[in-house]
T-cell receptor, first 112, second 110 residues
């Protein structure tokens, strides 16, 4: 497709379970970002991938969070041993340059 | 202090009104600035970039004041469809990431 694709669109999980969120960026976009947005809050930076460079993981809130980007394309964000405070919308964005970031429609994660 | 700060609003205005949003940023090394629009339960979408000379796109005008580290967005002749949250965003090449303000909510009523 032409846009950034994220799956699943909604995920309900039990506290303590692991979850994997997927992001399929726009073809050819070298930069990929993960953000999260809690209810009524702004976007919180999580992690940034740029080409083959080491990712910027400075925004990951704890070691339960990790992300990979395989082959410079698809990315997965993994949250281990989920907690209720992890409930949020997880947004992925991709970009070819420093401008024109395109966001996916997000994964709404609910930890019960 | 947050790196990008915005008045959360909400701004409740009648159709046809002119409304202005302000935003301040703390990182003087920030290079680029943007306004994004986010509708309820939707992803943010780029509204416009902000340039030092100021730029206009139809009813929308954005201004950047680097000396005061201040960004503004002016919406003229508000429409019902302008109701959304407006996110002020800075980009620093040194950090290579977009930093979002928490957003300003606009509600345009008939």
């Amino acid at each position: 497709g032409a846009g950034v694709s994220q799956s699943p669109s909604n995920k309900v999980t039990e506290k303590g379970k692991d979850v994997e969120l997927r992001c399929d960026p726009i073809s050819g976009h070298t930069a990929l970002y993960w953000y999260r947005q809690s209810l009524g809050q702004g976007l919180e930076f999580l992690i940034y991938f740029q080409g083959n460079s080491a990712p910027d993981k400075s925004g990951l809130p704890s070691d339960r969070f990790s992300a990979e980007r395989t082959g410079g394309s698809v990315s997965t964000l993994t949250i281990q041993r989920t907690q209720q405070e992890d409930s949020a919308v997880y947004l992925c964005a991709s970009s070819l340059t420093n401008y024109g970031y395109t966001f996916g429609s997000g994964t709404r994660l609910t930890v019960v | 202090r947050k790196e990008v700060e915005q008045d959360p609003g909400p701004f409740n205005v009648p159709e046809g009104a002119t409304v202005a949003f302000n935003c301040t940023y703390s990182n003087s090394a920030s290079q680029s600035f943007f306004w994004y629009r986010q509708d309820c339960r939707k992803e943010p979408k780029l509204l416009m970039s902000v340039y030092s000379s100021g730029n206009e796109d139809g009813r929308f005008t954005a201004q950047l004041n680097r000396a005061s580290q201040y960004i503004s967005l002016l919406i003229r002749d508000s429409k019902l469809s302008d109701s959304a949250t407006y996110l002020c965003v800075s980009f620093s090449g040194g950090y290579n990431k977009l930093i979002f303000g928490a957003g300003t909510r606009l509600a345009v009523h008939p």
